[in-house]
């Protein structure tokens, strides 16, 4: 399987190399102070000096990264942490006694404090090492496998979050230059299969290792998944930010998602140029640490292993138990700024605040300033007037070449929000541009309104319009569809920042009053684990600028806790394909499922057709044929109100082979297409006096083929199954219906193009055009009273000429092409309309055969613009053109059917501003956080008024399926009732209506759904 496993190398633990067979410089596992005399520490490993003969993977295993502090007698944490990237127990949580878990507010990095003292006596019977050593002790292993059904599962599963850790089994070679090279040295792959370059930020872990020759070397190397902001910019190589870590792995699934690759042979055909090495400059032996691709010129060892996704515990990520915190940020100058002596990288500096925002910084909060980022670690002497004195500093990312120089200047401290600061609501939000009189007064129209956390977020738990708005209006106002301010919340790239920021410029006509709230609740400001914060600040009530230019502008906003959201209250505001989930407050549209629907002698209109037990060979025929039949709503046994039935994809097609018997065949060349027939074939027939309707059907030889078809594109027909694709005919294709009537497939989805199904919207209600003519409009007369006793009446749904797409039929049309190597023996079971009569048409065909001279005729259905028949070889002579180019021949048959496409109409919605613009509607979840490959699709349609008879236009209610009123209610803008795409199109019209196209994914059953709408629009 191109994996070899092996046993491990006998000589693996030899070799006189660079390190002579050197031995740890003190017992394994015991916690030493680094070279650098800088007061971080290490563990030593067991290793061999860098002087093994091969080097081996020991194991690979995750955790969490930490940085260590130990606190002083009094408990104070020490200033600067004494293990930095420190992988701990996944598990780990704060328990007061033994450790303290906390986030720094300014990186968003996690601090382990571990309570006790580093080189004190122990203290309840353990030490700072004993406790830093415990931390570590249950790291979870990646098991050793390989994926693609290469190894065996099951494979281990590690949050998408998590740091892996590779130890190796001895010194490695870890200068500077290798440092910044670790990426070429070892790859991750993502996806099923695992297949896709993930970029994680790899570096050489500095807490396990020995010193060699004066200098420390590293055993293992760390492996983040995730990157902040603050290791993007320090990091020697380019590397963006990511919050999330790894993708998450298919829900339901066991199977690997993820492979750690590392090479362990240069070979530029494989890209591998870099390798880990030794001290002594030896490579991995693979047969050492199986399993490995030996097919590979690399000979990569791989651990495939799965990540976690939404349905695993804490959704797939790391073990938090911690509420995330609102970090407010406070507007300063640092004045002064001078370093601690014997230290590079800790500072006292004076601060003066620049707003009514102040502040005693507390250990643990950050201060950001000239592109670094300073963690508060002793001191701050608050002084009257808002001036601090005296803060110790840490630098804790960003440059520090400039030294103390690099502290002056503007910057803001980062603090968790706490209801005991004597501050305003106001100071926890930043708004841009600031406020003329901060921290919210004299607010711009033009304000984006900021809020920030101490760890990643989930971007969907804040919405516009349900956890983080803007409502207008005075202070005492509800919340409802026409005063919250259509925005859209934005994420920065590491989800701890997010910026609310109108559609249009706030509208300041009335007073200006607006007031900002964070809203907790279910769903609502979610960190990656589901936690949500203890608290959150009051809501910030604010006016504008009332120096700045009048704006003009409002909006409506639906956020489905009802049907009836808007004024006029009573009426309903939608109406369609959906669910509404009142606790959820969100509407979804129907299940994503797959139906077959039989069209034989056991319901529907077929039933009671006449049978014809030869059947016909059309379209079969090796010397071609072009042939147009159709379906109706009612062979189904279908009524025509029922809306379930309304826009289904069409899948697949088959027909019912005569007595179920099928002979072998092959059609190299066959095409099939499918679309909307003009034609609505209405066999209501009186055997004395013929049928009602005769000219109802599929048109004659007179007409040509494209008189059954439409040109809107819609409705127009469509290649489902190209001619080059063919047509195998096979026996064990067989099978039998619920009516047990034999069946067989045509090829549509079956052959040629099986992975990618194409599929036609039949019955689809955004089909404008309109058909049915010389029948008797909806319900058909078939329909009413017997023998099929479906309706009461006919025609009162929509007279002649005027059926739309929900009453037309499916038209298809088979093109076979002549061929030598097709036998055409293979009859298609019929049945016939009105008895002893030819019309209505439900068949227009052109076929091949031999004519009374014995001359055989081909037919080119590419050719064949009017249908011209056949021959029939039982004629007299035989050969015989037949009499008719279409008749009532119906083919019995199957339509498989998935449904894929949900569509929604709102009422008219009225914007009360005279000849007003559009703006790009906000939608939540946005398309980019809707589930892969489903879509949400928008259109529009304007009016300018209504005339006073019928339903009123603002009830959905009184809606049909496409969105109408009655004819002639509605003053289209324009004028024009056609829908657009382009919010644009509506531009100057007072009114407006939406129409919602929801789509499936057929391959993986998920639909999209809608937790609020926004609309603006402005004068």
């Known amino acids: 399987m191109g994996v070899l496993f092996g046993v491990l190398w006998a000589g693996c633990g030899g070799g006189a190399g660079f390190g002579g067979g050197v031995l740890p410089s003190g017992a394994v596992g015991s916690l030493v102070a680094r070279p650098e005399g800088n007061g971080r520490l290490f563990f030593i490993d067991d290793h061999r000096g860098g002087g093994r003969s091969a080097l081996g993977l020991s194991g690979v295993t995750w955790g969490r990264l930490v940085d260590v502090f130990d606190v002083d007698p009094s408990g104070k944490p020490s200033p600067a942490p004494l293990l930095q990237d420190l992988v701990v127990d996944p598990d780990l949580i704060s328990d007061g006694v033994r450790y303290r878990l906390e986030v720094n507010p300014g990186t968003g990095g996690e601090r382990l404090i571990v309570l006790r003292t580093h080189g004190a006596p122990p203290v309840g019977g353990v030490t700072f090492e004993q406790l830093v050593r415990d931390a570590q002790a249950l790291l979870a292993p990646v098991l050793p496998r390989a994926a693609g059904g290469i190894t065996p599962g099951p494979f281990s599963l590690v949050p998408r979050n998590a740091t892996l850790v590779l130890q190796f089994d001895d010194l490695l070679l870890d200068d500077e230059g290798v440092a910044d090279s670790l990426a070429d040295r070892l790859g991750l792959l993502t996806g099923l299969p695992p297949t896709t370059p993930f970029e994680v930020l790899p570096s050489f872990d500095p807490n396990h290792g020995d010193v060699l020759g004066g200098r420390f070397h590293s055993t293992r190397v760390l492996l983040r998944t995730t990157v902040s902001e603050a290791e993007a910019s320090s990091s020697s190589v380019p590397i963006r930010v990511n919050a999330i870590g790894l993708p998450e792995s298919l829900a339901g699934s066991g199977d690997a998602n993820a492979t750690l690759r590392i090479p362990t042979r240069v070979d530029a055909s494989a890209g591998s140029f870099r390798l880990l090495r030794n001290l002594s400059g030896k490579a991995i032996l693979p047969e050492a640490s199986p399993p490995f691709d030996a097919t590979s010129p690399a000979r990569e060892l791989l651990r495939a292993f799965r990540t976690g996704n939404d349905g695993d515990i804490n959704r797939g990520f790391l073990l938090d138990v911690t509420r ?100 305003s609501s106001g100071c926890w939000w930043t708004l841009v541009p600031a406020a003329g009189a901060p921290p919210i007064g004299d607010v711009s129209s033009f304000s984006s309104f900021e809020v920030r956390f101490d760890e990643p977020m989930v971007a969907g738990s804040f919405r516009a319009f349900d956890s983080m708005r803007l409502v207008r209006g005075a202070a005492g106002a509800k919340a409802s569809a026409r005063n919250l301010v259509v925005a859209s919340v934005h994420a920065s790239r590491d989800l701890r920042s997010f910026t609310l920021t109108p559609l249009l410029p706030l509208d300041n006509r009335q007073g200006g009053t607006y007031r900002l709230e964070l809203l907790l609740g279910p769903g609502n400001l979610l960190d990656l684990a589901g936690n949500t914060p203890a608290l959150v600040p009051d809501r910030v009530h604010f006016l504008l600028d009332p120096e700045e230019p009048a704006q003009e502008n409002g909006g409506i906003v639906f956020r489905f806790s009802s049907l009836d959201e808007l004024d006029p209250f009573g009426e309903t505001d939608l109406r369609g394909q959906f669910t509404l989930d009142s606790t959820r407050e969100t509407i979804r549209p129907r299940p994503l499922e797959f139906f077959s629907a039989a069209c034989d002698s056991f319901g529907g209109a077929p039933s009671v057709m006449l049978p014809f037990p030869k059947g016909v060979q059309t379209p079969l025929s090796p010397l071609g044929s072009r042939l147009q039949s159709m379906w109706r709503y009612v062979d189904f046994g279908w009524q025509v109100r029922d809306e379930s039935k309304y826009n289904i994809d069409v899948i697949g097609m088959s027909w019912s082979p005569v007595g179920g018997v099928v002979l072998s065949d092959f059609f190299p060349r066959f095409e099939m297409r499918v679309g909307h027939s003009r034609k609505l074939p209405d066999e209501e027939c009186n055997p004395a006096r013929g049928p009602s309707y005769p000219a109802s059907g599929l048109a004659d030889g007179t007409v040509p083929f494209s008189n059954n078809e439409f040109t809107e594109p819609l409705a127009a027909m469509r290649t489902v199954h190209p001619e080059s694709f063919g047509y195998r005919i096979d026996s064990s294709n067989v099978y039998l219906n619920e009516h047990r009537v034999p069946m067989i497939p045509f090829p549509w989805n079956r052959s040629g193009n099986a992975a990618a199904p194409v599929t036609y919207t039949w019955r689809d209600t955004a089909i404008q055009a309109l058909g049915g003519s010389m029948g008797a409009g909806l319900p058909m007369a078939i329909e009413e009273g017997g023998p099929l006793f479906v309706e009461e009446s006919f025609g009162d749904l929509a007279k002649p000429d005027e059926v739309p797409s929900i009453g037309l039929p499916l038209l298809w049309e088979v093109r076979c092409f002549p061929t030598a190597s097709g036998i055409g023996l293979n009859p298609l079971t019929i049945r016939l309309g009105c008895l002893g ?119 959905a209610d009184g809606l049909d399926a496409y969105g109408d009123l009655a004819p002639g209610r509605v003053l289209f803008h324009g004028p024009d009732p056609s829908w657009s795409n382009s919010i644009s199109s509506l531009d100057g019209a007072r009114y407006f209506q939406v129409r919602l196209s929801l789509i499936g994914n057929m391959h993986s059953g998920a639909i999209p759904e809608i937790d609020s709408l926004g609309f603006a629009f402005l004068r």
């Open 837 to 955: 009569w030819a019309t209505p048409n439900f068949r227009s065909f052109s076929t091949g055969g031999v004519n009374v001279n014995g001359r055989t005729i081909q037919v080119d259905p590419s050719l064949e613009e009017y249908p011209s028949g056949g021959f029939n070889p039982s004629s007299q002579p035989p050969g015989k053109r037949t009499a008719r180019q279409a008749d009532n021949s119906f083919y019995v048959g199957e339509l498989d059917y998935v449904v894929r496409v949900s569509r929604i109409h709102t009422a008219w919605l009225d914007t009360v501003l005279l000849a007003p613009r559009y703006i790009a509607p906000v939608l939540e979840p946005p398309a980019t956080a809707q589930p892969t490959g489903t879509s949400i699709v928008f259109d529009y349609r304007g009016a300018d008024g209504f005339t006073s008879v019928g339903r009123s236009p603002f009830d």
């Open 324 to 423: 995330p915190r609102l970090i407010g940020g406070f507007g300063l100058d640092v004045v002064s700024s001078t370093p601690v002596a014997g230290t590079a990288d800790r500072f006292r500096a004076d601060i003066e605040f620049t707003t009514p925002c102040v502040a005693r910084p507390s250990l643990g909060d950050a201060l950001e300033v000239a592109g670094s980022v300073f963690e508060v670690s002793g001191g701050a002497r608050v002084l009257s007037g808002g001036g601090v004195r005296d803060i110790e500093l840490r630098r804790v990312a960003g440059d520090g070449s400039s030294g103390a120089a690099g502290l002056l200047g503007h910057g803001f401290l980062r603090l968790p929000y706490g209801p005991g600061l004597p501050v």
